[in-house]
Each structure stands twice: as structure tokens, then as C-alpha cells.
């Protein structure tokens, strides 16, 4: 099993350029979701699925789209990306409530 | 509000001393806890979890209700550990709520 892949690992935008980060998981997991890492904030919750055509706001979901058609992708959409989304972003899944959540490698974002 | 304090940015101990990484958290409900860890260059990946009541790699964790902390401790720190650590609480919703993390370094 690959586990979680994303891809890609780095990208350089210019603002309001849109993109998809991939996130992709062999698991048969249903639940998934999505987290961005600041320096001094931890790790943030921006969007969640907890199964294929579900999917549901985290704690910092603006500017940030998902869909989840199927159980194994979760795409993040940025639609017109700003410097504040420059960050690292990790996707994850687990099978459920209070499993243990398995990432993926990161992506590290810079908007210009 | 559900909140998740590490208050200790950078914790730096000599090999052989204990560890102790501070969490507290904010929930109404009975949460369930975790500490991940994540080494250089490798993943997030989980430590340990509260219910399981479990050592791993010579850490614990214990669930204290009444100071709403969930410290995470070694007796005896080793180089190898030196890596970031989150402490994370589940919601009833199942969404995980971070810390802002620590990092230990173990020193030689």
C-alpha cells in the first residue's frame, strides 16, 4: 500500500492563481481531511469528509474548496490563491472516529 | 470554546533526563486525546492515544479530567526522540483539534 499520496510536495503561485493539491489514499478509508501548518499555530483543520459525496467545514475553510466523489480523492481547491495561504498543507485518513489519522507527505505552498 | 494549549514552543533536555511535554485542553464533553509525532523529514504519524492507556516507545500519557491535561512523559530521553510532538483532541464530530506543538531536542 502507497498509504496517503499527495502531490505535488512544492508550488510557487502568483495571487489569485487557482490550483488543486491532489491527496489520494489505498486504504479504503473513509474518512479524510485536510490540515494547513503555520509556524507557531499547529496544525488547522480546513476541510473534512467522513465519506465519498460528504464533506464539511474545518476551522479555516475560506478561500478553500474540497469534493470527494470517491472514496479514495480529496482534492483541495484553492480558486484564487492569496499570501495567506502560503503555508505547508498535509492531507490525511483514518476509518473512522478516534482511529488513528495516517498523513500523507505535505505540500509546501508559496503564494507571491 | 475547544482549544488545545502546548505552552512550551522548544523544550531541550540532555540524554538520560526525563521528559515531560506539556498539554492542556478546553472541551465540555469527554474528549478523546492523542499525542503525534512528527520526525525529520518523515510524516506525522501517531504516538499514542488515551484510551489505549499504552506505552510507546518508552512514552505515557495520562488523562488528568481535573487539571485538563494530558502531559506526555519518558523517564529517560534519547537522542532518537528528538522530533516535533502535537498533542491533538477529537471533538464529537470527529474533526481533530492541534496544538501548536513542541519541539524537544535531545541533547547528547
Known amino acids: 500500500n502507497a498509504g496517503v499520496t499527495q502531490t505535488p510536495k512544492f508550488q510557487v503561485l502568483k495571487t489569485g492563481q487557482s490550483m488543486t493539491l491532489q491527496c489520494a489514499q489505498d486504504?479504503?478509508?473513509?474518512?479524510m481531511s485536510w490540515y494547513r501548518q503555520d509556524p507557531g499555530m499547529g496544525l488547522r483543520l480546513i476541510h473534512y469528509?467522513?465519506?465519498?459525496?460528504?464533506?464539511d467545514q474545518g476551522e479555516v475553510p475560506n478561500g478553500y474548496n474540497v469534493s470527494r466523489s470517491t472514496t479514495e480523492d480529496f482534492p483541495l481547491r484553492l480558486l484564487s490563491a492569496a499570501p495567506s495561504q502560503t503555508s505547508v498543507y498535509f492531507c490525511?485518513?483514518?476509518?473512522?472516529?478516534?482511529?488513528?489519522?495516517?498523513f500523507g507527505p505535505g505540500t509546501r505552498l508559496t503564494v507571491l | 470554546a475547544q482549544r488545545v494549549t502546548q505552552p512550551e514552543k522548544l523544550l531541550s533536555v540532555f540524554k538520560g533526563a526525563p521528559v515531560e511535554l506539556k498539554c492542556n485542553y478546553s472541551y465540555s464533553g469527554s474528549p478523546e486525546l492523542f499525542w503525534y509525532v512528527q520526525y525529520s523529514r518523515q510524516r506525522l504519524q501517531l504516538l499514542l492515544r488515551h484510551i489505549s492507556r499504552e506505552s510507546i516507545k518508552g512514552f505515557t500519557a495520562d488523562l488528568n479530567k481535573g487539571e485538563t491535561s494530558f502531559h506526555l512523559k519518558k523517564p529517560f530521553a534519547q537522542e532518537e526522540d528528538s522530533a516535533m510532538y502535537y498533542c491533538?483532541?477529537?471533538?464529537?464530530?470527529?474533526?481533530?483539534?492541534f496544538g501548536s506543538g513542541t519541539r524537544l531536542l535531545v541533547r547528547p
Open positions: 469528509s467522513v465519506g465519498a459525496g460528504i464533506t
Open positions: 490525511a485518513s483514518s476509518t473512522g472516529k478516534g482511529a488513528e489519522q495516517f
Open positions: 491533538a483532541l477529537m471533538d464529537s464530530s470527529y474533526k481533530l483539534i
Open positions: 486504504m479504503n478509508h473513509e474518512y
